[in-house]
């Protein structure tokens, strides 16, 4: 009896099944994963700081990750810019590209495709994408096999302080079980995502790492500031009492000297007096904190999101809002790629293998943004090449408008154009009725063919169709020059088309533009003619008739 082949993820871990379907990265109460954390921001200074990067340094990336925590919480500006930077991602169109035609890969792919539409995913990927900050972050995958299938029940994101690197590399990831032992990683267990800010180990490619010291100096402005404010923001209280004032009157003087500021009321014996003397120039050196504070906002604006225009209205310098645009942009392309590598690595392909064993090429996890498409300038390109004879399939058009074929009760729009008035004849002027004027119309100045058509056309009408002929390319195809007859047919539908003889002539020019326009013109010259006369023709008959 054939053995079946071990299942190991990329990292040659092994695939423990009775550990897949429970959650063996939990919180524990009283354990060493507990959800409860400390605040090595209270009392932050430059010493203290280099402490903590140096300790995650060593491996114990504790204090780091707790900090990083408490930055995303204290600095609007940080927590704002980077939740933008993970929310244009998680909104983003995600796809299933098929590992090949064979009709096996395909149905994996759409199986694949059904479990990712579903409305949790959004706020599951915007906590895995907390390794944008932090440089990583472990995401475990709760298998559910109630229905005889590996599916996953939910994706449940893991505090990274419950997860260490081993020494010797401090790259491999490892969990800190129950008692605070470090163990392996269960194969297909984890989505382990690794969004480096900078090349290095995980706890120093994050940008936390990056923004720990623009947000220390910006706590000591704001400390300044703030002190600042309290001291030169009020104006200062100065109270004078009599000479003869009794100690009793000046105890009561400096009670309200000392509470004016809170109270804004006082009650002082009339010797008394109370005097208000406001600082100069508070405001210049309120703006030196505020500029302060701006530059490192601007600062961190550049490292998270690479540009300061979107966040800090900032236009010029480096240049225009929408350059700047251009970088965001192609930040988000790259967090976008490296997602959907991770998920392919660590959601797909154990999804595949699971259900269906090893193979050679997996679905692919591509999450984009749909690229804006002009599509009047496609129509306008396209549609010559179509009048040329290209040959252009209807349902390809219809997928590129993303429209809908029509249904047989559908209402249908139509294309507009210029219906003459009913019972007007081309070229009859104003003020003439009746087959008078159409009599009247001698064939001078043509060529012998020319009349020789008009008459042919009116003997046409004359013997069973009455009214103007139905298309133009039926009267043009009688008598033509052979170099013409091939442009007849595509020529009478742009007659069909135009709305006057400006239009039409610029669709000629676009649909030939190798042709002579002298031959050209005499031709649709005589065509003209000859079809304006049939029409005379026609209409002279059904009087007579």
Request: hydrophobic fraction near 35%.
């Given at each position: 009896m054939a053995r079946t082949p071990q299942l190991l993820d990329h990292l040659g871990r092994p695939y423990r099944k009775a550990e897949l379907t429970r959650e063996i990265a939990a919180p524990?109460?009283?354990?060493?994963?507990?959800?409860?954390?400390?605040?090595?921001?209270?009392?932050?200074?430059?010493?203290?700081?280099?402490?903590?990067?140096?300790?995650?340094?060593?491996?114990?990336?504790?204090?780091?990750?707790?900090?990083?925590?408490?930055?995303?919480?204290?600095?609007?500006?940080?927590?704002?810019?980077?939740?933008?930077?993970?929310?244009?991602?998680?909104?983003?169109?995600?796809?299933?590209?098929?590992?090949?035609?064979?009709?096996?890969?395909?149905?994996?792919?759409?199986?694949?495709?059904?479990?990712?539409?579903?409305?949790?995913?959004?706020?599951?990927?915007?906590?895995?994408?907390?390794?944008?900050?932090?440089?990583?972050?472990?995401?475990?995958?709760?298998?559910?096999?109630?229905?005889?299938?590996?599916?996953?029940?939910?994706?449940?994101?893991?505090?990274?302080?419950?997860?260490?690197?081993?020494?010797?590399?401090?790259?491999?990831?490892?969990?800190?079980?129950?008692?605070?032992?470090?163990?392996?990683?269960?194969?297909?267990?984890?989505?382990?995502?690794?969004?480096?800010?900078?090349?290095?180990?995980?706890?120093?490619?994050?940008?936390?790492?990056?923004?720990?010291?623009?947000?220390?100096?910006?706590?000591?402005?704001?400390?300044?500031?703030?002190?600042?404010?309290?001291?030169?923001?009020?104006?200062?209280?100065?109270?004078?009492?009599?000479?003869?004032?009794?100690?009793?009157?000046?105890?009561?003087?400096?009670?309200?000297?000392?509470?004016?500021?809170?109270?804004?009321?006082?009650?002082?014996?009339?010797?008394?007096?109370?005097?208000?003397?406001?600082?100069?120039?508070?405001?210049?050196?309120?703006?030196?904190?505020?500029?302060?504070?701006?530059?490192?906002?601007?600062?961190?604006?550049?490292?998270?999101?690479?540009?300061?225009?979107?966040?800090?209205?900032?236009?010029?310098?480096?240049?225009?809002?929408?350059?700047h645009r251009q970088v965001q942009e192609d930040i988000e392309r790259a967090d976008a790629n490296a997602l959907g590598a991770v998920l392919t690595r660590d959601l797909a392909v154990p999804f595949v293998q699971l259900n269906h064993g090893p193979r050679l090429k997996y679905p692919r996890i591509k999450i984009e943004r749909p690229e804006a498409e002009d599509l009047a300038h496609f129509a306008n390109a396209v549609t010559p090449f179509i009048d040329r004879g290209l040959e252009v399939d209807v349902d390809d058009i219809y997928a590129k408008f993303n429209l809908r074929q029509p249904g047989k009760e559908a209402k249908i729009l139509r294309p507009s154009g210029k219906i003459p008035a009913q019972g007007g004849v081309p070229g009859r002027d104003e003020g003439e009725t009746g087959p008078e004027r159409a009599v009247k119309h001698p064939l001078k100045g043509l060529k012998p063919e020319s009349a020789a058509l008009a008459a042919e056309s009116g003997q046409s009408r004359s013997a069973g169709n009455s009214g103007p002929p139905e298309d133009a390319a039926d009267v043009l195809a009688v008598g033509a020059d052979p170099v013409i007859r091939g442009m007849l047919d595509q020529i009478g539908l742009m007659m069909d088309q135009a709305e006057d003889l400006d239009e039409l002539r610029e669709l000629v020019l676009a649909g030939f533009p190798d042709v002579d326009s002298a031959q050209l013109s005499a031709a649709l010259g005589e065509a003209f003619a000859a079809w304006h006369l049939g029409g005379i023709a026609a209409v002279a008959e059904d009087a007579n008739v």
């Open positions: 524990t109460i009283g354990g060493v994963r507990s959800p409860l954390g400390g605040y090595p921001g209270d009392g932050l200074d430059p010493r203290r700081l280099g402490q903590i990067l140096r300790e995650a340094d060593a491996g114990d990336p504790t204090r780091f990750l707790e900090l990083a925590e408490t930055i995303e919480e204290r600095d609007p500006h940080y927590s704002g810019v980077l939740a933008t930077r993970k929310r244009s991602v998680s909104q983003l169109e995600i796809t299933v590209e098929d590992a090949s035609d064979d009709p096996i890969d395909v149905r994996l792919a759409e199986d694949l495709r059904s479990w990712l539409n579903r409305g949790e995913l959004q706020d599951e990927l915007f906590h895995i994408l907390d390794a944008i900050g932090k440089g990583y972050s472990f995401t475990e995958i709760i298998w559910d096999t109630s229905l005889g299938q590996w599916r996953p029940d939910r994706l449940e994101w893991r505090d990274p302080r419950w997860f260490t690197f081993e020494r010797v590399n401090l790259t491999t990831p490892m969990l800190l079980n129950e008692t605070g032992q470090e163990v392996p990683l269960t194969g297909g267990k984890f989505i382990q995502a690794n969004i480096r800010a900078k090349s290095g180990i995980p706890t120093r490619a994050g940008l936390a790492r990056v923004v720990m010291w623009p947000y220390l100096f910006k706590k000591y402005t704001e400390r300044d500031w703030t002190i600042f404010s309290q001291t030169y923001g009020q104006p200062l209280r100065v109270g004078k009492f009599d000479p003869s004032a009794s100690e009793k009157d000046r105890a009561t003087l400096m009670r309200a000297v000392a509470n004016i500021a809170g109270d804004c009321a006082a009650i002082i014996p009339e010797s008394m007096m109370i005097e208000f003397i406001e600082a100069k120039n508070v405001g210049s050196s309120t703006d030196l904190y505020e500029k302060r504070g701006d530059w490192y906002d601007k600062q961190v604006s550049k490292a998270v999101l690479g540009q300061t225009a979107t966040t800090d209205a900032e236009t010029g310098g480096l240049g225009s809002g929408k350059e």
